[in-house]
Each structure stands twice: as C-alpha cells, then as structure tokens.
C-alpha cells in the first residue's frame, strides 16, 4: 500500500497551459487527429483530479490507520504505567505495614546457648497433658538425650494398636515410652532430682496445668530443697 507523506487536501492543480507542460501536451495529442492544446489540457486536468481523488481516499484511509495506532499505543502506555503505580503502591504498604505476627522477630544482645536443650520423650508430654504421674527421670538430661534417640528411630508415621477404653486404636509409636525402664525417682541422684524438677515445673506450666495443682507442686518441691537433711552435707542425702 502506498504511503502519502502529503495531505492531498493541501494540493494545487498544476497550470497545464504553461510552456512547462509543452511536451507533456503533445504527449496527450499523440495520435489524436485534429487534437487542440485546450484538448490535451482538458485530458491533463481531468487526469489529475482522478489522481486527487484517489489520493485522498488513500490519505483518509491512512489517518484512521494512524489514529488507531495512536489508541492502541495511549492505551498500552496508560496499561504500563497503571500497572507500575501499583507495584510502587505495593511496595509502599509492604514497607510501612507492621511486620507479620509469623515472622520472628530478632532478640539483640540474646546469648547463644551452651547446650542443646532437648525436649521431653513424647510419652512424659501426652502424661503432662493428661495430669497423670510421670517419672522425674523423663525431665533429667539423660532421659531428654534419650527421648531423642529413641524418637529419631521411630518415624511419626508408623502406627502400632493400642487399647483405648475396650477399644482397639492405631497410634503413632512416639506416644509410647522411650527405649528402656524410666529410673524411679528414688534412684536418681539429688542433682538430677533438683535438674528434673526444674524441667517438670516448667512443662507442667507450659501444659496449663491448674493454679492450685502448678503452685502445689512448687511448694513441695520447694520444701524438699529445703529439707533440714540437705543441711547435713554429702551423707544427709542421695
């Protein structure tokens, strides 16, 4: 398609009848008998306004061409330019929105820990929240060292059968005791004793234990510190 570079609707018609256009006329009359300068300025002219016409159906059609372009282009651009204010807007409220209850925030000056505290056996936290008796020796360092050997082993999804209130279930085999026989808070020594109890009151808090029960234990465990046989030196106790 040819492509006009000047508005046809701005042209003038050339003067055929100059001397500019002699040859240009005996061209036209070429063949012509009897043919006239006023006819070949005739057969110029006409041509020439069939030339204008068509030049402007080309032009009229090529500016609607232009001007849908030129829409496409402005929406494109304003689609663009949208789209980035709402990234910047994004990012804006990212920046001044408080940070997320899920993400940790960082404790400065906190020290890193000397040792590994490892949890209790699975076993010792399911006696916890159900209130019932647990040995001490769950809370020692040896009994935490073991829990997680003897869990590590054990994957959380292999199940073994169990009865529950005459009723035969599957539960994972982290609920059951860790590998071997608890000690008996009899046979544990009085630093492990002390270490235990420690362990214990923490848990049975984290547990949410009742008031009276969690300040019960701390009052005996508190009078058994505070023993007058621990007044006695090495051989008053165990």
Known sequence: ??????????????????????????????????GTNELAVEIL???????LERRKIIWEEEREEREANRGREDRRVTRERAAD??????????????RSSDTPNLVAGKPVPEAIEYPPVCFAIKKLVEQEYIELSYFTPEGREE????????????????????????KPVVNFRAKGKAAQDEDLT??????????????????KWPVNMIEAMHAFFFHLTNHKLCNEGADGIK
């Open 190 to 207: 009085w630093e492990q004793l002390c270490v235990a109890s420690t362990n214990f009151l923490e848990h049975i808090v984290i547990e």
């Open 45 to 51: 002219t006409n041509a020439w306004n069939a030339g």
């Open 147 to 170: 829990a997680v050997r003897s869990e590590s082993v054990a994957s959380q999804e292999i199940f073994t059968l169990a009865k529950d209130d005459d009723v035969l279930a599957l």
């Open 85 to 98: 204010e709402e990234t910047l807007q994004t990012r804006q409220s990212r920046a001044q929105s408080p």
């Open 1 to 34: 398609m040819v492509t006009l570079t000047v508005d046809p609707n701005t042209e003038v018609i050339p003067d055929f009848t100059t001397e500019d256009f002699r040859f240009t006329r005996e061209a036209v009359l070429v063949g012509r008998e009897g």
